[in-house]
């Protein structure tokens, strides 16, 4: 019942965020608009690491290396097929194949899970310093020059399936992304939801104990993570459509570290806090960066500080659990009166 409830206010505030997605170029301007789209973007990468972590326990400092083979791919792809619907397959497919080969290592090897945020953060570093050298016309794939730190300018947006003539305008592409976000939000929710997600979340509490059930903790562990990089390039793809370009950048390590805040703000072990986390601090940033009057690194920081010592659940949970609490004192005691025997 509690699984039932929980299931039917996801898709009831689904639906009124689809319906505010949809309705949204009515009322805000264009600029507002591109501003939400990349929120909404980042907002899905979020949600990649917050699966990964929070329901596996796999901690990865690198999931900006998927979110860059990803948005990568995209690229490439969309430059040399001329048409973004092989490119978003790709992108989703490409940083799989690359989680799968990087994840049955490390976790087919017995590395901890210390060691394994450490490999994965390394792994980006490799991917940011191996892109960011193949400037010159040497370095292409197809008609796609790779452009170095300079990046791949250019590249084509979504455009409808089937038709690479039809371009989507920056609305269309806001409700794309917008929705998009809202389907893997309900997916990963239908996936928690399941025996596959009931296996993961008691392998993360005790991996031990899971194993003696029968069941292997390396393969569900492995299969995470590959949805984790899956979810990823398709943000990826998102951000690329968003901007029309790519750079070396994608793969830097602040932005490793920003999306590890943002799930941890937002409460890792739920999928709403990500979400949550993600769109209020790329709004903070922005802010910042208009008015110019901090450093944005220096507010994350401080920000991250006084959420691990002060509200070290996160947004989503605390709130949870003051409504839960606010609940149990304003509900009635059950009727405790003793029951009158009747005499025969």
């Given at each position: 019942m509690h699984l039932l409830n929980g299931m039917t206010g996801a898709l009831i505030g689904s639906a009124i965020a689809a319906v505010a997605i949809l309705t949204a170029p009515l009322y805000i301007d264009l600029f507002q608009i591109m501003q939400l789209t990349v929120f909404a973007a980042m907002a899905v990468l979020a949600l990649s690491l917050g699966f990964i972590w929070g329901y596996g326990g796999i901690l990865c400092f690198g999931q900006t290396s998927f979110f860059g083979l990803g948005a990568y791919a995209?690229?490439?792809?969309?430059?040399?097929?001329?048409?973004?619907?092989?490119?978003?397959?790709?992108?989703?497919?490409?940083?799989?194949?690359?989680?799968?080969?990087?994840?049955?290592?490390?976790?087919?090897?017995?590395?901890?899970?210390?060691?394994?945020?450490?490999?994965?953060?390394?792994?980006?570093?490799?991917?940011?310093?191996?892109?960011?050298?193949?400037?010159?016309?040497?370095?292409?794939?197809?008609?796609?020059?790779?452009?170095?730190?300079?990046?791949?300018?250019?590249?084509?947006t979504f455009n409808l399936p089937g038709n690479p003539g039809y371009i989507l305008t920056p609305e269309q592409a806001w409700m794309v992304t917008g929705i998009a976000l809202i389907l893997v939000y309900?997916?990963?929710?239908?996936?928690?939801?399941?025996?596959?997600?009931?296996?993961?979340?008691?392998?993360?509490?005790?991996?031990?104990?899971?194993?003696?059930?029968?069941?292997?903790?390396?393969?569900?562990?492995?299969?995470?993570?590959?949805?984790?990089?899956?979810?990823?390039?398709?943000a990826g793809a998102l951000y690329v459509n968003w901007g029309a370009f790519v750079s070396p950048t994608i793969f830097a390590l602040g932005l490793s570290a920003q999306i590890i805040i943002w799930v941890i703000i937002g409460g890792r072990g739920t999928l709403i806090g990500p979400v949550i986390g993600c769109l209020l601090l790329q709004w903070l940033v922005t802010e910042i960066g208009t008015q110019q009057a901090m450093?944005?690194?220096?507010?994350?920081?401080?920000?991250?500080?006084?959420?691990?010592?002060?509200?070290?659940?996160?947004?989503?949970?605390?709130l949870r659990d003051l409504v839960v609490s606010r609940l149990a004192r304003d509900t009635p005691p059950a009727a405790t009166g003793a029951t009158t025997k009747v005499k025969t």
């Open positions: 995209y690229a490439i792809a969309a430059i040399n097929f001329g048409d973004s619907t092989p490119a978003i397959v790709l992108a989703i497919l490409i940083p799989v194949i690359f989680a799968a080969l990087l994840g049955y290592f490390m976790i087919y090897g017995g590395i901890s899970d210390v060691y394994l945020g450490v490999i994965t953060l390394t792994v980006s570093l490799i991917l940011f310093n191996l892109v960011n050298s193949t400037a010159g016309d040497f370095y292409k794939i197809g008609e796609a020059r790779l452009g170095g730190f300079n990046g791949i300018p250019g590249v084509p309900l997916g990963l929710r239908v996936l928690i939801a399941s025996s596959f997600g009931r296996i993961i979340i008691a392998i993360r509490e005790n991996e031990t104990r899971a194993a003696l059930l029968g069941y292997d903790p390396r393969i569900y562990k492995l299969i995470t993570f590959m949805i984790g990089g899956a979810i990823a390039g398709f450093d944005a690194n220096f507010v994350l920081g401080a920000i991250l500080i006084v959420f691990v010592l002060l509200v070290p659940k996160g947004i989503a949970p605390t």
